[in-house]
C-alpha cells in the first residue's frame, strides 16, 4: 500500500485540480439547476478516472442524486456524499493560499468526493483488488435534511458491510467521527388578536408577548449535562408597531445524544401551552436526523482505521460533535459506518472554508487502505 500512498502524493496537482471544477459547479441546494449542472461534472470525473456511468435518481424538486458501483463481489460498502451547499452562487470565490484551497462547499464536502474518487482510482491504477462492491451514493440535499434522499440513503445502507462518510475530518487534527448528535426541527405558529395599540390596547391579545414567554421556556430547556440543546433561531411577528400582534411564529433547533431524548423533548414541544388567555399554538415539525451514537461496530471500523493510520506513519483519534450527517441514518440502522473521512481543513458553513492541500493524497490513501481492509 506504500504505492498507493506515493501514487496520490504524484497526482496531487490533478486531484486538485478535479476539486477546483467541482467548487467552480457551485450548487446551493435549494437551486436544482445548479445542482444538477455540479451532478453533471461529479459524473464526468467518474467516467474519466473509473469509466463508470452513474445511475441518475432523478428529483423533481431537489437535485437528482447519483449511484455509481465499482466492482463486484458479494458484500457491498457504501460510500456516502452530498454536492449540494450552503452557498449562494458568487457568494464565495476558489483561491489558493499556501497550502489551502478556499471555496464554497469546499470541506463540506467536495473534498471528500474527490478523495473517495482517487482512493479507488489508486487501488484500480496498481492492480490492488478490492474483492467487494464499492457503491457511491451522492445525494443532493443534505444541508436541508435530505427530504428526498433517505430512503434512498437507507436503502443502499441495509445492503452494505460498512458506511464509510466522507464528510469532512472532525478538526484540523483530521480526527474521524463516531458519534453526531440528532437533529431535530420545529415551527410553532402563534395566533392572538388585532387590536390597534393606541385605542384599543387592551382589546388585543399580543402573539409577540407570547412569543416571548415560549422562547425563554424552550431554552430553559437546554441541559449541556445530556448533551440535549434547543435554538430558537428565527422569530416573526405582527404587521407594524402600532398594532397588537395578531400572529407571529418561531423556528428551533433541537440537538440530541439519544433518541430518548428526542422522544421526550417532542412530547414537551407538542404539549406547550399559552401563557397568555386566548392564544392559540400550533406545532409541527420533529426529529429529523436521528443520533449517531459510538455502537460497537463503529467503534470497531475506527479502530481499523486508526490501524491503518498507523500504518501510513499518522495518528488517528476520534471525536463526537454536535452537527448531524447522512451517516446518522446509517448508523441507527445498525450498519457500521465511520464518519468524517473527508477532508482536513476549517470553516464548515464559514467564510474562511478551506481545505489543507497536502493532507488530500494522505486522507485520500486513508480511504484505500480502509477499503482493502474492511
Known amino acids: 500500500m506504500d504505492d498507493v500512498v506515493e501514487y496520490l502524493k504524484q497526482h496531487q496537482e490533478e486531484i486538485l485540480e478535479d476539486l477546483k ?19 453533471a461534472e461529479i459524473q ?3 467516467k474519466k ?20 458501483q465499482y466492482g463486484t463481489g458479494d458484500e457491498q460498502i457504501l460510500i456516502l456524499g452530498h454536492f449540494d451547499t ?41 492492480g490492488i483488488s478490492l474483492n467487494k462492491r464499492i457503491v457511491f451514493l451522492f445525494t443532493s440535499d443534505e444541508e436541508t435534511g435530505s427530504g428526498s434522499s433517505r430512503e ?41 388578536k388585532a387590536a390597534h395599540a393606541g385605542n384599543h390596547h387592551q382589546d ?14 424552550l431554552h430553559s430547556l437546554t441541559d449541556y449535562e445530556l448533551g440535549t440543546t434547543l435554538n430558537v433561531g428565527v422569530v416573526r411577528g405582527g404587521t407594524t408597531e402600532n398594532v397588537v400582534a395578531e400572529h407571529a411564529e418561531l423556528s428551533v433547533d433541537l440537538r440530541i445524544t439519544q433518541m430518548s431524548e428526542g422522544d421526550r423533548i417532542s412530547k414537551v414541544i407538542y404539549g406547550l401551552k399559552p401563557q397568555l388567555e386566548g392564544i392559540a399554538l400550533q406545532v409541527s415539525g420533529g426529529v429529523n436526523r436521528p443520533p449517531m451514537e459510538r455502537t460497537m461496530g463503529n467503534e470497531k471500523l475506527f479502530r481499523l482505521a486508526a490501524a491503518c493510520s498507523s500504518e501510513l506513519g499518522f495518528p488517528l483519534t476520534e471525536e463526537s460533535v454536535g452537527g448531524g450527517s447522512d451517516g446518522n441514518f446509517t448508523s441507527a440502522l445498525g450498519i457500521p459506518t465511520l464518519d468524517g473521512l473527508g477532508a482536513v481543513g476549517e470553516g464548515i458553513h464559514a467564510e474562511n472554508e478551506h481545505v489543507e492541500i497536502d ?15 474492511i
Open 152 to 192: 434512498l440513503i437507507e436503502r443502499e445502507a441495509v445492503r452494505s458491510r460498512a458506511v464509510l462518510v466522507s464528510e469532512p475530518a472532525a478538526s484540523q487534527t483530521g480526527a474521524l467521527k463516531t458519534a453526531r448528535k440528532g437533529v431535530g426541527r420545529f415551527s410553532i405558529k402563534i395566533t392572538g
Open 44 to 46: 464526468k470525473l467518474f
Open 86 to 126: 450552503v452557498w449562494d452562487v458568487g457568494r464565495l470565490s476558489y483561491r489558493v493560499e499556501g497550502n489551502k484551497a478556499y471555496g464554497p462547499g469546499i470541506l463540506d464536502m467536495k473534498g471528500g468526493i474527490i478523495q473517495a474518487l482517487w482512493a479507488v482510482k489508486a487501488c484500480r491504477e496498481l
Open 204 to 217: 388585543g391579545i399580543s402573539a409577540v408577548q407570547e412569543m416571548a414567554h415560549q422562547i425563554l421556556f
Open 21 to 39: 471544477t467541482l467548487v467552480l459547479a457551485e450548487s446551493p441546494t435549494r437551486s436544482k439547476e445548479r445542482v444538477d449542472q455540479c451532478g
Open 359 to 373: 493532507q488530500l493524497p494522505v486522507r485520500a490513501a486513508l480511504m484505500a487502505r480502509l477499503l482493502c481492509k
Open 49 to 68: 478516472h473509473l469509466d463508470l456511468t452513474s445511475e441518475v435518481i432523478p428529483q423533481e424538486h431537489a437535485g437528482n442524486h447519483l449511484l455509481f
